[in-house]
């Protein structure tokens, strides 16, 4: 957060989060408390990381910046027919070897290799909409910080009367930052990860790092789908979207990223 807070003085900050690790962790021990007739749903999961990581956040944003900071709980309308609940693709918790995923898994998770380990994969579909966007917009224009959004939104879909529902995913938290940031008309969209820029060729004796790239360049690249990928694509659907800029690195390379000046840093 004393990396985020160098880009926040004289911007509006909107902050969004992912939960991959922690929803995995609470549904693994909901599905293994005795108490429990049946295992908490995944966008009740959703709700309660985006509190607690929510909570840790805007406690650590307050203590460096002394600046308002709220974190709203946020809703993601997404598709109840859309085509990630016939294949589950987004990795959460935490990595097995083959024999172990076999043991915890017992059969009802879909498992998937990711790198050397195995992990759970659920269905990710895509965000279509943020129920409290209007509010997030308010809060910004007061001068607050907005935490929102964490693991993408809880996913929720409306009913035939049009009530709200919960559904049992996890929607990508990039993609869903992409929707907010478009639809909040953001100047950027930054993507602070633990790698100071895309990689192209990876894994091969041609790969380099990516600077400046266009949407169309980077779109006719190859990324991992359970990990650079979705950052890949979010970032260009904000800036053909918008025309405005957005850049993916580390944390300390916040300002740059900010100014384009470092990592990769996506153009029209």
């Known amino acids: 957060m004393k990396q985020l807070a160098r880009i926040c003085e004289g911007n509006e900050i909107i902050v969004t989060h992912g939960n991959g690790p922690q929803v995995g962790m609470l549904a693994l021990e909901s599905a293994n408390d005795p108490v429990l007739d049946h295992p908490f749903p995944f966008d009740v999961l959703g709700a ?9 956040l805007m406690q650590a944003l307050d203590n460096v910046l002394k600046r308002r900071v709220v974190a709203i709980l946020t809703q993601t309308i997404v ?18 070897s083959k024999e172990e995923a076999r043991r915890v898994g017992g059969g009802k998770w879909a498992l998937k290799q990711d790198g050397a380990l195995w992990r759970r ?5 895509e965000p279509m909409e943020v129920i409290e966007l209007s509010t997030i917009r308010d809060l910004v224009a007061t001068g607050t910080i907005v935490v929102c959004a964490g693991g993408g939104g809880i996913p929720v879909a409306r009913d035939k009367k049009g009530y709200l529902e919960g559904v ?3 929607i990508d938290k990039d ?6 940031a478009r639809d909040v008309n953001a100047d950027a969209l930054l993507l602070l990860t633990d790698v100071p820029a895309v990689l192209a060729d990876y894994g091969l004796p041609s790969q380099h790092p990516l600077g400046k790239v266009s949407v169309e360049e980077l779109r006719s690249m190859n990324f991992a789908a359970g990990s650079m990928g979705p950052k890949v694509e979010a970032v260009c659907r904000f800036v053909k979207a ?19 000046s470092a990592g990769t840093t996506v153009v029209p």
């Open 48 to 56: 309660q990381t985006q509190g607690m990581i929510g909570y840790w």
């Open 175 to 180: 993609l869903a930052a992409a929707l907010i």
């Open 168 to 170: 049992e995913a996890v």
């Open 79 to 96: 598709d109840t027919n859309d085509p990630a609940f016939v294949a589950p693709t987004k990795f959460v918790g935490r990595g097995y």
């Open 121 to 125: 994969v659920v269905p990710s579909p």
């Open 242 to 260: 918008t025309g405005k800029h957005g850049s993916i690195g580390t944390f300390d390379d916040a300002p740059g990223l900010l100014d384009g």
